[in-house]
């Protein structure tokens, strides 16, 4: 399989491109584009690849970008785009639209921090504000994450069990722009993982109409049915990774990624790219006789509770880094598993890197020092008054 060096952007624009070729034997490519800093060099990258039976649509904001994905994605096209911050603010009436259509658009944000005051650098508050959008949502760590799981995400939206759109995050900067060896299969092994798209509902078969009135049952009833589906996505999601171990020799990453928690008393948990530097403070917490131990949530919708709770089953030290805030209230990650560990156990939460500020080995460890102070879990702590 060849190796590219090429930015996490690019990882992400390649693997469209490939996932777009594949179905030119269905309905084709479609994609609107709009610039943003830190995604502009994905849709860049894209707008220069020669994809078979398909349209980049270079559109006058980011709203028009969705409504370009929605329009294809209602025809049966393979859809796809790219946004961060603001953007993703502005296109939030028709994201909300693409996922109630069900319809399997496939968008990658660059997280970075929502203005103004104006800040261009990681957090994950542009794409946790789109938590209850009704997308499934994963969190990478590497560019060849961000590469397979663009891949994985065509697979499982367009799944006829889930047909909910996806979103790939990725930290702005920290991740889009870092240039690495990434490993890119051939277009013939894209089409034996990728079938062609097949939207049951999609308009030009049976005259029909998307985005109609509702009755009140019938939003009941509409909710129900994509929220189970949203459930199911993680069951599907081991039969995508099972058919692209098969076809690539090698395996995506799970839900939640566990490194060194077997004896572990101390877990660190957390999202992104602060996961593998987690991992780097695990192993030099190890050296100092800390049995620590690291969970990376790649997963955050559907949200994997019970793997969850398993993992922390017996561990009475948790440390939650949040790269986000829920003004007046705290960490979004931690608001969501702090009652899935032992009755009992410390869970604290920091809130450390927002605004694209650096979470490095030494920050981690100290908080797992502060936190073996504490007998009880507090309010939640912002990491820049701990140091």
């Not at 870092?178 to 005259?207: C, M, N, W, Y």
């Not at 019938?218 to 129900?224: E, K, L, S």
């Not at 797992?368 to 309010?379: F, P």
Request: glycine residues 8%; contains cysteine.
């Amino acid at each position: 399989m060849p190796v590219e060096l090429i930015s996490a952007n690019q990882a992400a624009a390649l693997s469209a491109t490939l996932a777009g070729r594949a179905n030119r034997t269905g309905r084709g490519f479609c994609s609107g584009v709009y610039p943003i800093t830190p995604a502009t060099e994905c849709m860049e990258y894209l707008c220069a690849q020669e994809i078979e039976k398909s349209r980049v649509v270079r559109v006058e904001s980011e709203h028009s970008a969705m409504g370009v994905c929605i329009g294809g994605a209602a025809t049966g096209a393979r859809t796809f785009t790219t946004t961060s911050s603001n953007g993703l603010a502005y296109m939030a009436e028709n994201c909300i639209t693409a996922a109630s259509l069900r319809l399997p658009v496939v968008m990658v944000v660059a997280n970075r921090t929502m203005g103004p005051p104006w800040n261009i650098w990681a957090d994950h508050g542009d794409s946790l504000m789109m938590r209850d959008s009704g997308w499934i949502q994963f969190y990478c760590a590497d560019n060849q994450e961000v590469f397979d799981t663009v891949l994985c995400a065509f697979r499982l939206a367009e799944d006829p069990q889930v047909l909910t759109p996806f979103m790939i995050c990725m930290d702005g900067f920290t991740l889009s722009h870092t240039i690495a060896q990434t490993k890119v299969p051939e277009q013939k092994e894209v089409d034996r993982f990728l079938p062609p798209t097949s939207i049951p509902h999609q308009l030009g078969r049976i005259p029909h109409a998307l985005g109609q009135i509702e009755l009140s049952s019938q939003v009941a009833a509409h909710r129900a049915q994509h929220h189970n589906a949203l459930l199911g996505a993680e069951k599907v999601y081991k039969t995508v990774q099972d058919s692209f171990e098969q076809i690539f020799n090698r395996r995506p990453a799970e839900p939640v990624v566990a490194y060194r928690l077997e004896d572990a008393e101390t877990v660190i948990i957390s999202m992104g790219t602060i996961g593998a530097t987690a991992e780097q403070a695990v192993d030099k917490l190890r050296q100092q006789g800390v049995k620590a131990g690291s969970l990376r949530v790649r997963m955050f919708r559907p949200f994997p509770a019970d793997r969850l709770r398993s993992l922390l089953r017996g561990k009475m030290f948790v440390a939650v880094i949040d790269r986000d805030i829920s003004l007046g209230f705290g960490g979004i990650l931690w608001g969501e598993l702090r009652g899935l560990a032992e009755p009992g156990a410390v869970v604290q939460n920091y809130i450390a890197g927002i605004g694209g500020g650096d979470v490095r080995p030494g920050h981690i460890r100290d908080i797992v020092a502060e936190l073996k102070h504490r007998s009880v879990s507090a309010a939640p702590v912002i990491m820049e008054e701990l140091l």
